[in-house]
Each structure stands twice: as C-alpha cells, then as structure tokens.
C-alpha cells in the first residue's frame, strides 16, 4: 500500500510539467493590450494610462500591472503609490504583481527609491502561482517556476558552473516562450567566444531555427558570427527586425553601407524610423555630418521613414519580467 502511495505521488508530481503545454505565443493584433503594449514599446505612458483605465476598473489582473508600471514611471505621488495598483493586482492572484513587490533580483531597488513595502512572502506566493500556472499548460509559468524555484545561490551555481539555464531556456523555447533565449542574447552578445563555444549546438540549433520568433534574436543571429548567412541575409534579417517594432536593430545597418550592401540613404531611412518610434538613433545626425546624403534628399527620406513606421506590424516580444527593475527597457 504504501509502495502505490510513493508511485501516485511520483506520478502527480511527474504529470506537473508533462500536460499539453500551450504555446507561450507574443500578444497578437486585436486583443486589447497590444496597443498597450504598443504605447509602452514608444513609452506614451499616458496613452497607455488612458486605454488600461478601463480594465483597470473591472479589476483585470494583467490591465492592473500594467497600469501600476505606467504610475511608476509617473513623477510625483503617483509614482510612490504605484504599489497599490500591483496590491490590487495581487489579490487577484498576479504572479507578476507579487515578484515586482517581493524584493528579489533587484526589485529591492524599486521598492526602495519609491518607498513601497517590498515581502519575501510575495516572492513565495509568486512561485506558487507559477506553478498552478504552469500545471494548467503555461508555459512562461514553467520556466519562471522552474527558474525561481531554488535558492539564489543556486540560480548562481546553474548559471556559471552546472549549465542549466541553459537546459531550461532550451525547453522553455522547445514548448514555444522564446523569451528567456532573447534575453540571453544580449549576455551573448558580450562574449568573446564563438557562438558555437557559447551555447553548444543544441541550443545553437534551436536559436537559427527560431530567428523569425523574436526580432531580438533575429538581431543578434544578424551581427554574429554564422557562417551560412550572407551580407544581403543579415541586412534582411535586421530590416525584418526594424518592420516588426524592433528599433535598436537600425544601429547595425551603418556597418553594412559601408560594404556597399545598401546604400547610406536606405540607412538615414532605418534609423529615422528608430527616432520616430522613441529610440534615438544617431547615425542620422553622423551621415549628415558627413556629407553621406546631400540635404536636398533628407526631406524625401524622412517621408520615407514616416512611411516605414506607419507600416510596422509591431511583434510584442517582451512581457512582465522586462519590467520588474528600475531602468526603462528599450524593447
């Protein structure tokens, strides 16, 4: 009887992360946060502010996070209360909500300059729910919970000694959340070592097969080195990059006119469509500066540009765990 116990409870436990998982998929055109998120993307806090109110008042957990983001980043005695809208959000059960108030991983320093209350239990309660989001086939629940389930010395352990981050953003991106690879990127992106040295081909593998998942890593596959793409490839791949919302993709195109690949006004276009969308570019003023236009073009190419960034079909590639900590992402 008790052998049957002890073979019930491996198997409860097994079935956590073995139901059909459901693809952890960007917030797509149509629903009512994705011209939130395009709002926060080019920081119009107050138009963001203005289209949550709404589902702020009908208490929707997601709409209250992202509300008190956008307080947070107000000035004044807004900012300070902030933590009420992630209060609200808590109660009705917002993992998000309880990291962003629980002190962990740098949150400290946002609970701090605004003078809120940060609680370890909050960061428990988050764990928990992650993981009753992640039975019911979540699969960033998965990966947060599997990630933030151990001690921080142990996230440091996994990290530089036993490999196994790298094992969890592997199966995070296999069952469909690409977020954790792209955020790896920018760590990759600062090392000296090759790509293949760097995530070890498996990983490796699945990045250049997912590169059209996420513009992120469509930018970073772009400008490292990976010998089946060409020039004319990577130009492309970062263009891509731009047409889905993704800005700081423009700051590698200048590289690329100098080979001849485009020419240096298809790049004064790039990065003024980055300057439109909020993320300053300043390859403009520098081909100005240099003559690499003449000045009778540049008010054709800023129609162009405006042309450009009204077209963009914006992939909302980021989500809440870009926004826990004090400085203002750039996605």
Aim: glycine share 6%; hydrophobic share 40%.
């Amino acid at each position: 009887m008790i052998m049957v116990k002890i073979l019930l409870y491996i198997m409860l436990l097994f079935s956590v992360f073995k139901v059909s998982f459901v693809e952890a998929k960007s917030i797509e055109k149509g629903g009512y946060l994705y011209q939130i998120m395009v709002d926060i993307r080019h920081k119009k806090y107050n138009e963001a502010i203005k289209k949550l109110e709404p589902y702020v008042q009908k208490n929707d957990p997601a709409a209250l996070f992202w509300y008190g983001y956008m307080k947070q980043e107000s000035q004044g005695s807004e900012r300070m209360g902030a933590d009420h809208w992630f209060e609200k959000s808590i109660e009705s059960g917002n993992p998000y909500s309880m990291f962003k108030l629980s002190g962990k991983e740098g949150t400290d320093v946002v609970c701090e300059s605004n003078g809120w209350i940060c609680s370890d239990e909050y960061f428990d309660s988050a764990i928990h729910e992650w993981e009753k989001l992640a039975v019911n086939g979540d699969v960033k629940a998965e990966y947060l919970y599997r990630y933030y389930n151990r001690s921080f010395l142990g996230i440091a352990f996994d990290a530089w000694i036993t490999g196994k981050d790298h094992e969890l953003i592997l199966e995070a991106a296999k069952k469909g959340y690409y977020r954790p690879l792209a955020r790896r990127t920018s760590y990759a992106a600062s090392q000296k070592e090759h790509p293949k040295d760097f995530w070890g081909e498996e990983l490796l593998n699945v990045l250049r097969n997912n590169t059209d998942k996420d513009p992120q890593i469509a930018t970073y596959r772009a400008m490292h080195v990976y010998e089946d793409l060409t020039d004319r490839q990577r130009v492309d791949l970062l263009v891509n990059s731009l047409a889905q919302g993704y800005y700081p993709a423009s700051n590698y195109l200048y590289e690329f006119a100098k080979k001849g690949v485009l020419t240096f006004e298809d790049v004064y276009v790039y990065a003024e469509v980055s300057n439109i969308g909020g993320f300053s570019n300043a390859l403009t003023v520098v081909i100005e500066n240099r003559g690499l236009v003449s000045n009778e073009v540049i008010p054709e190419l800023k129609i162009k540009a405006k042309i450009f960034f009204d077209e963009i079909q914006h992939v909302i590639n980021f989500d809440e765990m870009d926004f826990m900590y004090r400085h203002k992402p750039d996605v």
